[in-house]
């Protein structure tokens, strides 16, 4: 079935600290989405990743798309403590239904 | 400029009873979804809308659950007799077609 794994399902920092999240489907996508959860409250869009080999970049967040389309991960550079929270990816395969991967949520050490 | 909205933001039942969880989307939203998102999980597919259309609602998970947008742009998602198992965050999403989903605040269901 369509399914996204995502790891690690955990991550704690020091601030300032690097922090890299992945995803993995068995099959080929048609897109990735990327979205960040804060402690209570509801999943926000980050960015959308469409093409083989794609990267893309927000301020200190580094997107990337395998060239298989199967993987992706988010890379946070010199994390800060308003970096906290649940960062999901979410996959689909040309319907417009998301399958979201199970999360990694990041804690950080001020 | 509003965004998603959904009412109730908590909901507590009695297990047997059933609730009904609204979503008003951003005007002019043409696609509609619900998802389940269970404590320290990610988001599941329960169904879309595209209009008034119901065209997938295959993450229903069984026949107790029924969701309806009858003028294509409120929608109402409702549980009849109510188990534990239900007890979640409820996530409305619209878009335009095929763009990005924006979500709601989600209603938290806790079943007692």
């Known amino acids: 079935g369509q399914q996204v794994m995502q790891i690690p399902q955990y991550q704690h920092v020091q601030e300032g600290e690097d922090f890299t999240t992945y995803c993995n489907s068995s099959?080929?996508?048609?897109?990735i989405q990327w979205y960040k959860q804060r402690p209570g409250g509801h999943p926000v869009f980050l960015i959308q990743?469409?093409?083989?080999?794609e990267v893309k970049k927000q301020k200190r967040l580094t997107f990337q798309f395998g060239e298989a389309k199967k993987n992706s991960s988010l890379h946070i550079t010199a994390t800060q403590t308003t970096d906290v929270g649940t960062y999901f990816c979410a996959g689909q395969w040309g319907a417009q239904k998301l399958v979201f991967g199970q999360g990694t949520r990041l804690t950080i050490n001020p | 400029g509003a965004g998603v909205s959904q009412s109730p933001r908590y909901k507590v039942a009695k297990r047997g009873q059933d609730v009904a969880l609204r979503c008003d989307p951003i005007s002019g939203h043409v696609s509609l979804f619900w998802y389940q998102q269970a404590l320290g999980q990610g988001p599941e597919f329960l169904t879309y809308?595209?209009?008034?259309?119901?065209?997938?609602k295959s993450g229903l998970p069984s026949d107790r659950f029924f969701a309806e947008r009858p003028e294509g742009s409120v929608s109402t998602l409702k549980i009849q007799r109510t188990q534990q198992e239900d007890s979640a965050v409820y996530l409305c999403a619209s878009s335009l077609v095929y763009d990005t989903q924006y979500f709601g605040p989600g209603t938290r269901l806790t079943v007692l």
């Open positions: 099959t080929t996508l048609s897109n």
């Open positions: 809308f595209q209009n008034e259309a119901q065209l997938d």
């Open positions: 990743l469409v093409k083989s080999g």
